[in-house]
C-alpha cells in the first residue's frame, strides 16, 4: 500500500528535526515510503529538515526509501545548463544528507535549454552514481523529444497537475472536432504521449484548483463534484477524499500521486484509496460533477 503515492516537501520547511522524524516513521508504518522534493521548497530547507531527521535516525534505511528531486527554477528565471544541473544536485544531495536520488527531475522547461549540455550532466550523474533516473515536469511531448535527441538515460517521470479540476489531458481527447473549451489541445497530447513511451505521469496538487481545495473543503463552485464523491464513497464505505484518490489511480496510465499534505490521516487516506475498486459509471459521474462534459 502506498507505492503509487508520494509525501510532496514543499511544506517541510517549517518542521522541527523531531517532527520530521515521527512523520517519517508514521508515514512509512502507512506505506508510504516515496518522497518528493525540490531544491526550491522552503528555499532548500525543506530537503535540510528532511536530511538532518534522515540521517540522525539509523533505524531507517536508506533502500527502503524512494526520494526524487527537482532543479532548474532560479530567481526569476529557469537554468537547465551543465553547470547549474551539476551545481544543483551537489546541493541536493548535501542538504538531505544522502550519497544519491532515486530519481532526479528537470522542474520547468528552460526556453534556452540546450540537449547536448543536459545530456553531458545527466551522463555524469549517472556514472557517479548520483542519480539512478531522470525524468521532467511541466514537459510537453516536443519538449521532452528535443530532450531525447541528446540525452541517453530514459525519462521515465513527467508530473503534471491532474485531478478532476484539473483533467484538460482527458477533456482534449474526449471533446475532439468540437469547438468547446475543453476540446482544446493545450498540452499536445502529453497524456497519451507518455503512455506510448513508457513516462510515468506524476499527479501534483491533484486536489487543488481556484475554488476548490480538495473534497473534504465545501466550495460553492465544485459542490456537485463535493456531493458526488461523497455519496460515492460513503455508500461503499470510503472518504470523499479516497475517491479523489482513486480517481487518479484508476486511470489506466497508472498515474502516481504526488501529495501535498502533512497531515498523516490525510496522508492514511489517499494511501488506502489504491484498495478501491472504481468502476468505469463512478468514475464518468466524478468526472462529470467536476464541470466536464461528455459530447
Same mark, same amino acid.
Given at each position: 500500500?502506498?507505492?503509487?503515492?508520494?509525501?510532496?516537501?514543499?511544506?517541510?520547511?517549517?518542521?522541527?528535526?523531531?517532527?520530521?522524524?515521527?512523520?517519517?516513521? !508514521?508515514? !512509512?508504518?502507512?506505506?508510504?515510503? =516515496?518522497?518528493?522534493?525540490?531544491?526550491?521548497?522552503?528555499? %532548500?530547507?525543506?530537503?535540510?529538515?528532511?536530511?538532518? @531527521?534522515?540521517?540522525?535516525?539509523?533505524?531507517?534505511?536508506?533502500?527502503?526509501?524512494?526520494?526524487?528531486?527537482?532543479?532548474?527554477? *532560479?530567481?526569476?528565471?529557469?537554468?537547465?545548463?551543465?553547470?547549474?544541473?551539476?551545481?544543483?544536485?551537489?546541493? $541536493?544531495?548535501?542538504?538531505?544528507?544522502?550519497?544519491?536520488?532515486? /530519481?532526479?527531475?528537470?522542474?520547468?522547461?528552460?526556453?534556452?535549454? &540546450?540537449? &547536448?549540455?543536459?545530456? @553531458?550532466?545527466?551522463?555524469?550523474?549517472? #556514472?557517479?552514481?548520483?542519480?539512478?533516473?531522470?525524468?521532467?515536469?511541466?514537459?510537453?511531448?516536443?519538449? $521532452?523529444?528535443?530532450?531525447?535527441? #541528446?540525452?541517453?538515460?530514459?525519462?521515465?517521470?513527467?508530473?503534471?497537475?491532474?485531478?478532476?479540476?484539473?483533467?484538460?489531458?482527458?477533456? +482534449?481527447?474526449?471533446?475532439? =472536432?468540437?469547438?468547446?473549451? %475543453?476540446?482544446?489541445?493545450?498540452? %499536445? /497530447?502529453?497524456?497519451?504521449?507518455?503512455?506510448?513511451?513508457?513516462?510515468?505521469?506524476?499527479?501534483?496538487?491533484?486536489?487543488?484548483?481556484?475554488?476548490? *481545495?480538495?473534497?473534504?473543503? =465545501?466550495? %460553492?463552485?465544485?459542490?456537485?463534484?463535493? *456531493?458526488?464523491?461523497? &455519496?460515492?464513497?460513503?455508500?461503499?464505505?470510503?472518504?470523499?477524499?479516497?475517491?479523489?484518490?482513486?480517481? $487518479?489511480?484508476?486511470?489506466?496510465?497508472?498515474?502516481?500521486?504526488?501529495?501535498? /499534505?502533512?497531515?498523516?490521516?490525510?496522508?492514511?487516506?489517499? @494511501?488506502?484509496?489504491?484498495?478501491?475498486?472504481? #468502476? *468505469? &459509471? +463512478?468514475?464518468?459521474?466524478?468526472?462529470?460533477?467536476?464541470?466536464?462534459?461528455?459530447?
Amino acid at each position: 500500500m502506498g507505492n503509487r503515492i508520494f509525501v510532496g516537501c514543499m511544506r517541510f520547511g517549517d518542521f522541527l528535526t523531531q517532527d520530521m522524524n515521527s512523520f517519517i516513521h !508514521q508515514a !512509512q508504518e502507512i506505506g508510504i515510503t =516515496n518522497y518528493d522534493h525540490a531544491d526550491i521548497y522552503a528555499g %532548500g530547507k525543506s530537503e535540510k529538515v528532511f536530511g538532518n @531527521a534522515f540521517s540522525s535516525d539509523k533505524s531507517l534505511k536508506r533502500e527502503d526509501f524512494y526520494i526524487q528531486s527537482k532543479c532548474g527554477i *532560479r530567481n526569476g528565471f529557469y537554468d537547465l545548463s551543465r553547470d547549474y544541473i551539476l551545481q544543483s544536485v551537489d546541493g $541536493i544531495l548535501s542538504r538531505l544528507k544522502i550519497e544519491y536520488l532515486d /530519481s532526479l527531475l528537470l522542474h520547468r522547461p528552460d526556453a534556452l535549454m &540546450e540537449p &547536448e549540455e543536459i545530456a @553531458a550532466a545527466f551522463d555524469k550523474l549517472n #556514472s557517479t552514481g548520483k542519480v539512478k533516473h531522470f525524468g521532467v515536469s511541466n514537459f510537453n511531448p516536443m519538449q $521532452i523529444e528535443l530532450l531525447k535527441k #541528446s540525452v541517453k538515460q530514459p525519462l521515465e517521470y513527467n508530473q503534471l497537475q491532474f485531478g478532476p479540476c484539473s483533467a484538460s489531458m482527458i477533456s +482534449e481527447g474526449m471533446e475532439v =472536432n468540437m469547438n468547446t473549451n %475543453g476540446s482544446v489541445m493545450r498540452d %499536445g /497530447s502529453v497524456l497519451n504521449y507518455c503512455r506510448l513511451n513508457n513516462i510515468t505521469i506524476q499527479s501534483w496538487s491533484p486536489f487543488q484548483k481556484p475554488n476548490w *481545495r480538495g473534497p473534504f473543503i =465545501n466550495d %460553492g463552485e465544485y459542490c456537485e463534484l463535493n *456531493r458526488v464523491l461523497y &455519496e460515492t464513497a460513503t455508500a461503499k464505505g470510503f472518504t470523499p477524499t479516497q475517491y479523489a484518490a482513486a480517481w $487518479i489511480l484508476r486511470h489506466p496510465a497508472k498515474m502516481q500521486i504526488i501529495s501535498g /499534505s502533512t497531515n498523516l490521516y490525510r496522508l492514511n487516506e489517499i @494511501a488506502e484509496a489504491e484498495k478501491i475498486q472504481m #468502476s *468505469r &459509471e +463512478e468514475w464518468y459521474a466524478i468526472y462529470r460533477s467536476a464541470g466536464n462534459i461528455i459530447p
